[in-house]
Every structure is written in structure tokens, then in C-alpha cells.
T-cell receptor, first 113, second 116 residues
């Protein structure tokens, strides 16, 4: 079944702390794993993405960790800021298709000042 | 960076009327565009995949006669909600893949539809 499970549903972090959001998948045909950030009333914006041939990708304060054997991947936000408060979605897509994204359920992150 | 626009950003209409939403890729050509629907505090639900020059592919449970999709060019796809009813009120978001066939989908800003 094409499904991506995301946790936690909500997360509250102090400014300067580390925010960690986890996702797990079942479909081994998935080969591209993006993370999207969405602010209220706006469309999702691509944050960072990874392929399963690497275990980690870092872009600024955002890092994806990927565990292919466990079929899990996570987003780490270092030095979290109030401006990072948003909803984060993990997603996955597979080759050989129209590349539809399968989204996780979302995590509402609140960073306290 | 790749930019996708949507128009209008919000619309209010009376029950029974039809509403057209445009999705444009501004600085790249999109062979494939996607239409999503999102309810408050929920994830994005894929409604249909729109391919330039061919019929859209609808997800199970999505009425193709109610949600008409046209992808007439490599930069424009439209979603028409026909005979809209209050239960069609939602946030509609489009996304586009670039012509080069990369994996990245770029999302539009969304359209808030309210049907009275």
C-alpha cells in the first residue's frame, strides 16, 4: 500500500532547539523523498529532498536523515526559530509513474520565542 | 527558481455556479500538473494528474464530470468546479513538474473556494 506515516502530529520546540519529524514508508519502489513546508493559507514549498542512495543531506539548518533498511527518514531543523513555525509534510514518489507524491499526514511545528 | 501561480487566490460563489481556477508555470514548461484539495489541518489529497494534450487522470472517488481539468499548453492547466455546492468549499492547490522530467514538484499558492 502506498502510504507514508508521519509523526508527531504536532511539535512544540523552544527557540534554538532541534525539531525532529519522522516518516516511515512501506513501498520499496519509492526513490525520492522531499519535505515540504506550508504556512497557513499558502501552498507547500519544497524545503529539501533526498534519494535513497545517500544517508544524509544537509542544507543550512535543515537535514534529512535516511535509513533505507528501516524504510524511515526524518527531518531535523537545527537552531529552530519562530519563523519556522509551520506545517511540515514528508512525501515520497516512485519511478515509472507520473511521479505523483504520496504525502504524510503533516506535522504542525510551533517554535516558542 | 521555478514559480507556479494560481488565479484566483480566493473566490466566493453561489451554489450551482461554476468556478474556474488557473494554474500556470511561469518560468518552466510543465508536461505534468497535479491538482490537490486540502481541508483545514489535513494533508493534501491528490485529485487528478493533468498531462498536456491529453485527458486528465482522476483519483478514485473524484468525479471527473464535476471537476473538469484542461491542460492545453505546457504552462497552463485549469480546474473547473462545475455546479459548485457548499461541500466543494476547500483549498485547491496545483503543482507542476518541469519538462525536463525531474522529480521536483513546485506548488502554487492555492485557491480558497467558498461556496455559499
Amino acid at each position: 500500500q502506498q502510504q507514508v506515516k508521519q509523526s508527531p502530529q504536532s511539535l512544540i520546540v523552544q527557540k534554538g532547539g532541534i525539531s525532529i519529524i519522522n516518516c516511515a514508508y512501506e513501498n520499496t519502489a519509492f526513490d525520492y523523498f522531499p519535505w515540504y513546508q506550508q504556512f497557513p493559507g499558502k501552498g507547500p514549498a519544497l524545503l529539501i529532498a533526498i534519494r535513497p542512495d545517500v544517508s544524509e543531506k544537509k542544507e543550512g539548518r535543515f537535514t534529512i536523515s535516511f535509513n533505507k533498511s528501516a524504510k524511515q527518514f526524518s527531518l531535523h531543523i537545527m537552531d529552530s526559530q519562530p519563523g519556522d513555525s509551520a506545517t511540515y509534510f514528508c512525501a515520497a514518489t516512485q519511478s515509472g509513474s507520473a511521479r505523483q507524491l504520496t504525502f504524510g499526514s503533516g506535522t504542525q511545528l510551533t517554535v516558542l520565542p | 527558481g521555478a514559480v507556479v501561480s494560481q488565479h484566483p487566490s480566493w473566490v466566493i460563489c453561489k451554489s450551482g455556479t461554476s468556478v474556474k481556477i488557473e494554474c500556470r508555470s511561469l518560468d518552466f514548461q510543465a508536461t505534468t500538473m497535479f491538482w490537490y484539495r486540502q481541508f483545514p489541518k489535513q494533508s493534501l489529497m491528490l485529485m487528478a494528474t493533468s498531462n498536456e494534450g491529453s485527458k486528465a487522470t482522476y483519483e478514485q472517488g473524484v468525479e471527473k464530470d464535476k471537476f473538469l481539468i484542461n491542460h492545453a499548453s505546457l504552462t497552463l492547466s485549469t480546474l473547473t468546479v462545475t455546479s459548485a455546492h457548499p461541500e466543494d468549499s476547500s483549498f485547491y492547490i496545483c503543482s507542476a513538474r518541469d519538462y525536463g522530467g525531474t522529480d521536483t514538484q513546485y506548488f502554487g499558492p492555492g485557491t480558497r473556494l467558498t461556496v455559499l
